[in-house]
């Protein structure tokens, strides 16, 4: 089992459509990261969360440190939002234990 | 300011050979942190070096080096290349622990 697991491995969502991707980890964390990996690779850190919720834009991004979940919810998606999001738990030593991605397309 | 600059942006070495990945971190950043995404695998932490120094390192056989200049700058090194080995090389900075936490824009090397 994934220290840190992500659901749904694949997305597709129409323009406009709200969208929930989850993340569960399993070890102690410092701070849970998510991260938009666009096709090339480059990797935009979106939100680093320790506790509660934190929004930007139409990103929101919440966690659950009892339950050790978090989720990263999209409003009003776009194709620009197409994209790999990666969820990613800092525990020990800062290093990162990342999830499997989940790659998300928005049709318009 | 300068986000965290990595070179070169491709590669292609032959099996056996030995390459060596640079980064740059953000100005002020003293943590640079290596990962590795194969292709179709998710990402796999590398090494991390803090103050020059390596503070924790991944599963990854002897052959996967590297250092930390005083400039805070870092080299990953790779030796007796293998095709497994083709991956994207991601390089990352941060302040003390996770603040500031910030990617380059990564590495693709390719072995043949």
């Known amino acids: 089992k994934n220290e840190v697991e992500q659901s749904p491995q694949n997305l597709t969502a129409q323009e406009g459509e709200f969208i929930t991707i989850n993340c569960s980890y399993s070890v102690g964390i410092s701070a849970l990261h998510w991260l938009q990996q666009h096709p090339g690779g480059g990797i935009v850190s979106l939100f680093m969360l320790s506790s509660g919720k934190k929004k930007h834009g139409r990103l929101i991004a919440t966690i659950n440190i009892q339950e050790k979940h978090s989720s990263l919810h999209i409003t009003a998606s776009h194709p620009r939002d197409s994209a790999v999001y990666i969820c990613?738990?800092?525990?020990?030593?800062?290093?990162?234990?990342f999830g499997e991605g989940t790659q998300l397309t928005v049709n318009p | 300011e300068a986000g965290v600059t990595q070179s070169p942006t491709h590669l292609i070495k032959t099996r056996g050979q030995q390459v060596t990945l640079r980064c740059s971190p953000i100005s002020g950043h003293t943590s640079v942190y290596w990962y590795q995404q194969a292709l179709g695998l998710g990402l796999q932490f590398l090494l991390w070096y803090d103050e020059g120094e390596e503070r924790n390192r991944g599963n990854f056989p002897p052959r996967f080096s590297g250092r930390q200049f005083p400039n805070y700058s870092s080299e990953l090194n790779v030796n007796a290349l293998e095709l497994e080995d083709s991956a994207l090389y991601l390089c990352?900075?941060?302040?003390?622990?996770?603040?500031?936490?910030?990617f380059g824009s990564g590495t693709r090397l390719t072995v043949v």
């Open positions: 990352a900075s941060s302040l003390e622990g996770a603040r500031g936490y910030t």
């Open positions: 990613a738990a800092m525990a020990s030593g800062s290093r990162l234990t």
